[in-house]
């Protein structure tokens, strides 16, 4: 009773914090003017997938930890959970491509970004990552393309069935969807973010060498200041990137093995601890942001205080905004 108890209190907690915390994402980014930049568009996607992945997917999961594998809900029910479980997964690890991309195009290239970059594209790339993402999780999983035999999966349960055998909500796979799957939804979008990351910090370092041989010590010019506050956004979102490979790389590793080497029932105790080990992503990246951002800390701290910027800071930022703006034209036509 003690440890239910105590596991309980745990995973409650987790999906607490997971909620709370991607909420708070959106709230800062929505409510300061600091934040409201077009990059940030990405950073929000990535904090609504988190924020569903706590309110649809994690529930389930802890009552199925809770109840030792037994699904209560029925086949239907169960294959929702598992698409919904994918189709995040998968939205996570494109929302961080893209964000990757978009890095690379604001630090190679940072007075034609504007141009490149607008709101509609943005948005655009955003409906295609979510429109991709369910494509990938709902349509395999429900016309069987997952299974040995090309059936779909538990369609022959019913509610209440969790008392017999073989009643476990799981995700079966076959050797050729596991290698098409995780090859094209996460070794090979990770092997080109590595490459992006790794292209972003020789420009930015040929950025700041260029800079510092350039500007005297006393003077910072519009343009390094621009640079250098890219520069601290790369910096946030390679350490989300960071975070989402050590979180998630031992998961699609094990699952890769388990489904190479035909098992479709996975030990309990390890798929458990890499599975709940990748969500902990999602309530880590809220932790992230402000830990490597100032603004993020600024608007977290405001809302933690519930009260909203003042209208003289505001006006402060919108001006900062348009002048830094100004800026970066006068340079690029000077």
Not at 36 to 52: G, K, P, Y
Not at 144 to 168: F, I, P
Not at 189 to 202: N, Q, S
Request: glycine residues 6%.
């Amino acid at each position: 009773m003690i440890s239910t108890t105590l596991r309980w209190l745990v995973l409650v907690s987790f999906i607490i914090l997971t909620i709370g915390g991607n909420v708070l994402v959106c709230l800062a980014v929505g409510l300061s003017r600091r934040l409201w930049r077009i990059a940030n568009c990405l950073v929000v996607s990535l904090a609504v997938t988190d924020l569903l992945l706590g309110l649809l997917v994690l529930p389930f999961s802890a009552s199925v930890e809770l109840r030792s594998g037994k699904w209560p809900l029925g086949g239907v029910v169960c294959n929702i959970y598992i698409s919904l479980d994918v189709m995040l997964c998968t939205s996570s690890i494109l929302t961080l491509l893209a964000i990757s991309v978009d890095r690379y195009l604001a630090i190679s290239n940072p007075l034609s970004y504007p141009r490149r970059v607008t709101p509609r594209r943005m948005t655009l790339a955003t409906a295609a990552i979510w429109a991709l993402s369910l494509a990938v999780s709902f349509v395999p999983i429900h016309l069987g393309w997952n299974t040995a035999d090309y059936m779909v999966q538990h369609l022959d349960w019913s509610m209440g069935d969790e008392d017999k055998e073989g009643r476990y909500c799981k995700f079966e796979w076959s050797n050729n969807y596991v290698l098409f799957y995780v090859s094209l939804s996460f070794y090979l979008p990770l092997i080109v973010m590595c490459g992006m990351y790794l292209c972003i910090f020789r420009v930015a370092r040929e950025q700041a060498r260029r800079i510092r041989a350039a500007t005297p010590s006393f003077a910072r010019t519009p343009s390094s200041a621009a640079i250098a506050r890219e520069h601290k956004a790369t910096m946030t979102l390679a350490a989300v990137l960071g975070a989402f490979i050590i979180c998630w790389f031992p998961y699609f590793t094990f699952f890769t093995c388990m489904g190479i080497r035909g098992k479709t029932n996975p030990p309990n105790t390890v798929h458990s601890v890499v599975l709940w080990l990748g969500y902990f992503n999602s309530a880590l990246n809220p932790i992230l942001y402000p830990a490597f951002n100032r603004d993020f800390r600024r608007a977290y701290g405001e809302l933690l205080r519930c009260r909203r910027p003042s209208r003289r800071k505001q006006q402060l930022a919108y001006i900062s905004v348009i002048t830094g703006s100004l800026w970066v034209n006068d340079l690029c036509y000077s």
